[in-house]
Each structure stands twice: as structure tokens, then as C-alpha cells.
């Protein structure tokens, strides 16, 4: 099984920046690919970038530019540095992971316990 914990975060200013983090952990013969979502009130949950296991990367159309996802292969974690914030990026922003299972030896998907960020007008 593979946990995935968020930090980072919080109330920010429109215009402003943040930054969040997820790691993984757990029994996991690899990750593979990781992404961060999001899903405003009232809205469905969307994709903002995701990165694959060689650095291979999709943003948004919305966020290009102003977001950056990376990794560090080494802790298994993943970044979204958001910059530029607008109010209507208020969401709830949580992270997946995609891993091989130690156990079933198959691909499966964690999900993390996601973070709150309201950007203020």
C-alpha cells in the first residue's frame, strides 16, 4: 500500500504564490506517474499537471505558465509551485500516484488526503 501525504499551502492573496508537496510512502516496487487535481465548489474535480516517472510532463491549459510541477525520485514526492493565483483557483487540490503493488504486482492509484487553498480577491 502507498500513503501520500500533502503539505503546504493555505489563504493566500490573488497574485500571490504557493507551494505544495506530497509524499510517498509505503510498500511500493516503484512510482510512476504523479499529478496534483483540483475541485472547486460546485465543480468537477480537474486535472492541474501531472509528471511521469521520466519527467514527462502535462499542465492544464489554465495554469501554463504560472504552475510548475517537479519531483524528486529519490523521496518519491512531487511539487506544485503556483504562482500568479487567481480567487478562482479556490479549490481543494489533492495528489495521486501511480505505483506497482507489491502485493498484487499489477499498477494501482493513491490518492492523498488533499489541502484547502482560498486565493483572496
Known amino acids: 500500500q502507498v500513503q501520500l501525504v500533502v503539505s503546504g499551502g493555505g489563504l493566500v492573496q490573488a497574485g500571490g504564490s504557493l507551494r505544495l508537496s506530497c509524499a510517498a510512502s509505503?510498500?511500493?516496487?516503484?512510482?510512476?506517474?504523479m499529478g496534483w487535481y483540483r475541485q472547486a465548489p460546485g465543480k468537477q474535480r480537474e486535472l492541474v499537471a501531472r509528471?511521469?516517472?521520466?519527467?514527462?510532463?502535462k499542465y492544464a491549459d489554465s495554469v501554463k505558465g504560472r504552475f510548475t510541477i517537479a519531483r524528486d525520485n529519490a523521496h518519491n514526492t512531487v511539487y506544485l509551485q503556483m504562482n500568479s493565483l487567481k480567487p478562482e483557483e479556490t479549490a481543494f487540490y489533492s495528489c495521486?500516484?501511480?505505483?506497482?503493488?507489491?502485493?498484487?504486482?499489477?499498477?494501482?492509484?493513491?490518492w492523498g488526503q488533499g489541502t484547502q487553498e482560498t486565493v483572496s480577491s
Open positions: 509528471i511521469g516517472s521520466g519527467g514527462s510532463i
Open positions: 495521486n500516484a501511480g505505483y506497482r503493488s507489491v502485493v498484487t504486482y499489477s499498477d494501482d492509484i493513491a
Open positions: 509505503g510498500s511500493f516496487f516503484r512510482i510512476n506517474d
